[in-house]
């Protein structure tokens, strides 16, 4: 850990042996939603570019397979990966054993089996309607709950510290934590009609998938490369700039997504002002992480965790980029209510936070379970999810930017009989966006094996030994 002057401390005292077991199972049970996501999307592509197949199973449609992936990535594989990460940092950070380990594994247990039941009822079509809230209410009681425990948690360690210092990346571990039940509790309030519900739906989709799961994201980066590559944080005055941008702008910018629909004005604007701290975000964070690790050309060629992380982040750059100049009015009244944001959404959920939270526990595990890193694989692996996912979601991007063009000239149609034209101009791109999804789903399969190897059957060495941390050498 770094202090603020020399980037170490002095560690004393150790915590009990228990310590890290909750971090680790939550962690190993989220990689299994990471590929029923990737597989629902895959499905969910399939239906939309033919979608006569299955067509007397209703099990198959596209609006189940949506809500099954994005739910799986979201809830499932960020839910559990963010709980797992800020299990393992916490300790680490504050200098002290995660309280009440015991209620850590039943809510990790908890939230595993409440998604799997939630998931499992969309499956059988017993659904509500808003996006990402499609869960029924007792279990979205449930999973509420089950969100708030590692909060709690988390929060009690935090104020039981040793170390004095509170360090940007516990910043990020805790809103990684706060924000998700709050967001979940926002988009299940009921009672919401017409625009309310469509706004409403709109801050909790953008708040969970362009703000939240990149929180967590950037927040175990900032605790993996310091520590991997042994060098002192870069600009903490950097990493709460970008910290900052990010919690003051990403929920806000999230009513872009209905930009040209029947918000008013005032919103549209401003939306489109906080859109633009989406990159200023993503910029701050590339630089400092890029300044830390300057001159580690060696442990980056070395380390899988940061080379997973370092392609995550410059992805999700890309899309911070893509998010905020749809904040403009004039490009919005073109890609607006286009399959351009789904695809900003699919590049995030199948490669820019599978390889960063992935990465991240690439660096955790071995740590905690004493087995050395299994990836003979994982450059093929990154590859994979790398142009998979990214290609996939440009082509959607760039589905959405054809489809807004023609609109807009009056080329096509954009409703009635004739809207078929407009579908003719993008099926080509979505039929190579469902071999691209392919691709990014076994590259996230392959992942997730990469870490399920290294705990069953990675080759044994030395543990990290958590400490109690004493005072810093400042």
Do not use: C
């Amino acid at each position: 850990m770094a202090a603020a002057t020399s980037g170490r401390n002095v560690l004393t005292g150790v915590l009990p042996a228990s310590a890290d077991s909750a971090a680790r199972r939550a962690m190993l049970a989220s990689l299994a939603f990471a590929v029923i996501g990737a597989a629902a999307t895959v499905l969910m592509l399939i239906k939309v570019s033919v979608p006569g197949l299955f067509d007397t199973a209703s099990i198959a449609g596209y609006g189940r397979m949506r809500a099954i992936a994005l739910n799986s990535f979201v809830y499932g594989f960020g839910g559990l990966a963010a709980t797992g990460l800020a299990y393992y940092m916490t300790p680490r950070l504050t200098g002290t054993a995660l309280v009440k380990e015991r209620l850590a594994h039943i809510g990790a247990a908890t939230h595993t089996f409440v998604v799997a039941i939630g998931l499992a009822s969309i499956t059988l079509g017993i659904t509500d309607p808003l996006e990402l809230a499609e869960f029924p209410l007792l279990v979205d009681f449930a999973l509420f709950v089950s969100l708030v425990i590692p909060a709690s948690i988390v929060t009690a360690t935090v104020k039981a510290r040793t170390e004095r210092t509170i360090y940007v990346s516990l910043w990020y571990v805790l809103a990684g934590v706060w924000w998700l039940p709050a967001l979940y509790f926002v988009g299940n309030v009921p009672g919401t009609t017409g625009l309310g519900t469509q706004l409403q739906s709109s801050f909790m989709v953008g708040g969970l998938i362009g703000a939240w799961l990149p929180m967590v994201g950037i927040g175990a980066a900032y605790y993996v490369v310091p520590r991997a590559t042994d060098r002192a944080l870069y600009s903490r005055s950097l990493a709460q700039a970008g910290f900052w941008s990010l919690a003051g702008t990403g929920l806000f910018a999230s009513v872009t997504r209905y930009g040209p629909g029947a918000a008013p004005d005032w919103l549209e604007t401003t939306g489109a002002v906080f859109s633009l701290g989406l990159i200023v975000a993503a910029l701050a964070t590339l630089a400092n992480l890029a300044g830390t690790a300057n001159g580690a050309y060696k442990e980056i060629r070395e380390s899988t965790p940061l080379r997973m992380i370092g392609g995550g982040l410059i992805v999700y750059a890309g899309i911070a980029a893509l998010l905020s100049v749809k904040g403009f009015r004039s490009i919005d009244a073109v890609v607006g209510l286009t399959s351009w944001y789904e695809g900003l959404i699919l590049a995030t959920v199948l490669t820019a936070a599978p390889l960063m939270l992935i990465g991240a526990m690439a660096y955790a595990l071995p740590q905690i379970a004493g087995r050395r890193l299994v990836d003979d694989q994982a450059r093929r692996a990154m590859r994979l999810t790398i142009w998979g996912g990214s290609i996939t979601g440009g082509l959607l991007v760039i589905s959405g930017l054809v489809t807004g063009i023609g609109w807009n000239t009056g080329a096509v149609p954009n409703s009635g009989i004739e809207y078929v034209r407009t579908t003719g101009l993008i099926d080509t791109y979505q039929l190579v966006a469902i071999l691209s999804a392919v691709i990014a789903a076994v590259g996230i399969s392959m992942l997730a094996l990469m870490i399920l190897r290294t705990y069953t059957s990675g080759e044994a060495i030395a543990s990290e030994v958590l400490l109690e941390i004493g005072q810093d050498d400042e």
